[in-house]
Every structure is written in structure tokens, then in C-alpha cells.
């Protein structure tokens, strides 16, 4: 697995310094707030896993299961997939693990806001702000990556690649050989 990486994008030791920042800075906005995070499947897991450790006030976890994409391409179409969480007078906090178009979020936050939720964040482990085509602006932001495809720490291609302690650039070969 490792050598289809081309180059490490965001060590292991800063996806920890980022995902503490992003937990320090919640704790303080929603002190008293109670809030619900819900973490998109399956993307999100590593990192709400980590952040959440982070997080010392009270709140609930949830998730919700979409999808959009196909190889390296937003198909534009968002599935989403078995109950969705109870957000009636919650303050929810969506976790993901990139936005790109923000076509998902977009969708997973109008549905939430329609669900009678109080009010909905967006907290991403990355932002990739020229892949933007819904205007959507996260509150909580890890980091930023250019318009490249990226893999690790939960992003996949294909569903590979999630496991890795770290968030890379996969070969072009890898992409060409499919
Ligand atoms: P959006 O709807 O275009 O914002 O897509 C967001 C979703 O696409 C994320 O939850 C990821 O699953 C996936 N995605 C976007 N960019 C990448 C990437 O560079 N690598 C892996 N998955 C990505
Ligand atoms: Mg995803």
C-alpha cells in the first residue's frame, strides 16, 4: 500500500496538532451547548474518532451514511443511506473528512436544518476551497489541500487507502491502471 503513495501530504504528527486545535476551539463555542456531532460514513472515522477525544464537554455522537463519490470524481448525486439521527432543537456539529464541491455537506445540512435542528456547524479535517461548487463555508477547518486528490486518514479511493496513519498523494499510475 505504501508505495502507491507519491508523497505525504500531512504527517501523522500534524493531523494530531490540527485535530487538538479543532477540539479546543469547539469546546469553547459550544460550552453549555450540548451538541450533537454527527460523522458522515465512512471518511469521517479516524478523525471524529480522534477529535472527540479532545472534546471535554458534554455532547451526543451520531452518524449518517452518504456517498458521492466514484474513483477521484464527485458524482454530483448524494445517497444517503438508514435512519437519520433525531436533530430536533440540537446544535449539530457535522464531521467529515474533506470538503470539496460541498455538494454533501450542503445536502446532509439542509436535511438537518429541515429535521428541526437549532443550528448546524460544519467541522472538516480538510478543505480543498477550489474544488467549491455550493457556497458553503465550514466553521472548523484542519487544514487546507489544493486541488488534488488525496488519500489516508479515511479518504479513500476506490475504498482503499483509508488506513493509512497519514494523508498522501497517490501515484498517477494508480489512477491510469483503472
Ligand atoms: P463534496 O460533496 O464534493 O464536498 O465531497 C466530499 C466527499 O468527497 C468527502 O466526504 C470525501 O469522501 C470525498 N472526497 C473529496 N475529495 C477527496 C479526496 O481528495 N480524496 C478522497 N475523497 C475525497
Ligand atoms: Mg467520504
Do not use: W
Not at 150 to 167: C, K
Amino acid at each position: 500500500m505504501i508505495n502507491d503513495i507519491e508523497k505525504v501530504f500531512v504527517t501523522e504528527e500534524e493531523i494530531k496538532e490540527l485535530t487538538k486545535r479543532v477540539g479546543q476551539a469547539i469546546n469553547k463555542d459550544y460550552k453549555d451547548k450540548d451538541p450533537l456531532f454527527i460523522g458522515l460514513l465512512k471518511g469521517c472515522l479516524p478523525f471524529m474518532s480522534d477529535l472527540l477525544k479532545y472534546v471535554d464537554i458534554k455532547c451526543s455522537v451520531d452518524y449518517l451514511r452518504c456517498s458521492s463519490y466514484a474513483g477521484t470524481h464527485s458524482v454530483g448525486t448524494i445517497t444517503i443511506k438508514g435512519d437519520v439521527p433525531n436533530v430536533k432543537d440540537r446544535n449539530v456539529i457535522i464531521i467529515d473528512d474533506i470538503l470539496d464541491s460541498g455538494r454533501t455537506i450542503n445536502a446532509v445540512r439542509n436535511l438537518l436544518l429541515q429535521n428541526g435542528a437549532k443550528t448546524v456547524a460544519i467541522c472538516v479535517m480538510l478543505d480543498k476551497p477550489e474544488g467549491r461548487v455550493v457556497n458553503i463555508n465550514p466553521e472548523y477547518v484542519g487544514g487546507l489541500v489544493p486541488d488534488e486528490f488525496v488519500v489516508g486518514y479515511g479518504l479513500d479511493y476506490n475504498e482503499h487507502y483509508r488506513n493509512l496513519p497519514f494523508i498522501g498523494v497517490l501515484k498517477e499510475e494508480i489512477y491510469s491502471n483503472k
